[in-house]
């Protein structure tokens, strides 16, 4: 079959598709559109097909270079569920972040794409990340373990020099070691396994720890147990109160910001990104923009401050 399809995917809070675009790992693989909205490409069937997603009324409108019957059901997985929807308590900061960002859509990718998407993403940008991963996508003819272990190192360098060349030697080793698993294996392990499990599998591959393997099962699995720590998280979720700890990011405090988080609500750590969010607009790792922050009301650093110090700022 060939021509383009159309369908739209509804969604009960109109969808906010840059803030959903913005920083979650699955969205990394989607390119802004040269005619708006956002595009990637699948294969499906052993075919390409470009896939571009719009804001329309009522949700997204899906437009794809060619029909396939797998489709409408891999894009609805792909754009689950929003903010809005999740279950995160009654403390009224997480009301304040569900209203704010309650059309963001909390994305899916499969777990190898996840996992590779992760670790180009350490230590690097979103923008670089996206401008690496469809050139990586092509020279695998689609992503899959074989085909990325199958690459030549040194074109594998080559594609990713931008997100670091030195990935290259780790992503083609756990390339191979999924391949040698079976990628239904894997993904079974990932998405239906013990969440503990899963984690510990994923950490033992090269260039893979807690937080690369908390992502990969926060966006693949939906996992509710543990979630990514980064320095954003760390400093936004403590000004809020919401995870308060001593101010050094170690492995024992991580554990604990997680802890007090998880107590929140079954959904926060879906939400993780959230702290993102605000912590790359207000409430940055310099001195915080609290007067123009949506959540200074209900905030506890903000709160503490006094009126000369918001003036220096
Ligand atoms: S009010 Fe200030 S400290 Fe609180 S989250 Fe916003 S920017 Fe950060």
């Known amino acids: ?25 699955p969205a990394l693989a989607w390119q802004p559109g040269p005619a708006g909205g956002y595009r990637r490409v699948l294969h499906l069937g052993g ?58 859509i909390v994305m899916w990718a499969p777990p190898f794409e996840a996992l590779v998407i992760t670790v180009l993403s350490q230590n690097r940008t979103g923008e670089i990340v996206r401008g690496v991963y469809p050139a990586l996508d092509q020279l695998c003819g689609g992503l899959t373990p074989e085909s990325l272990a199958a690459l ?15 990935k290259a030697d780790r992503l083609g080793q756990l390339a191979a070691l999924v ?15 013990p969440p503990a499990d899963a984690l510990a599998y994923l950490d033992t591959l090269p ?9 990969v099962l926060v966006f693949s699995a939906r996992t509710t147990t543990t979630m990514p720590v980064d320095v954003h998280l760390f400093r936004v979720a403590d000004r809020l109160g919401l995870a308060r700890h001593d101010g050094k990011l170690t492995p024992s405090v991580r554990d604990a910001v997680i802890a007090q988080l998880l107590t929140h609500g079954t959904d926060v750590a879906l939400a993780h990104f959230v702290f993102l969010l ?36």
């Open 179 to 193: 391949a040698v698993e079976g990628l239904d294996r894997f993904d079974q392990r990932i998405m239906h396994g």
């Open 1 to 25: 079959m060939s021509g383009t399809t159309e369908f739209d995917l509804p969604f009960a809070t109109p969808p906010d598709l840059d803030a959903t675009m913005d920083i979650q790992i």
């Open 278 to 313: 605000v912590g790359r607009t207000t409430c940055t790792a310099g001195p915080p923009a609290c007067t123009a922050c949506f959540l200074h009301r209900g905030c506890r650093h903000a709160s503490g401050l006094r009126p000369n110090e918001e003036n220096k700022r």
């Open 47 to 104: 075919h390409p097909i470009v896939v571009t997603v719009r804001q329309c009324d009522g949700g997204l409108r899906v437009t794809a270079s060619r029909p396939h019957a797998e489709l409408p059901g891999l894009l609805r997985r792909m754009f689950p569920i929003q903010v809005a929807d999740l279950d995160l308590g009654t403390n009224p900061v997480w009301a304040q972040l569900q209203a704010r960002y309650g059309g963001v």
């Open 152 to 166: 030549d190192r040194t074109v594998l360098r080559a594609a990713i020099r931008s997100a670091g060349p030195w």
């Open 207 to 215: 260039g893979v720890a807690h937080k690369t393997a908390a992502c």
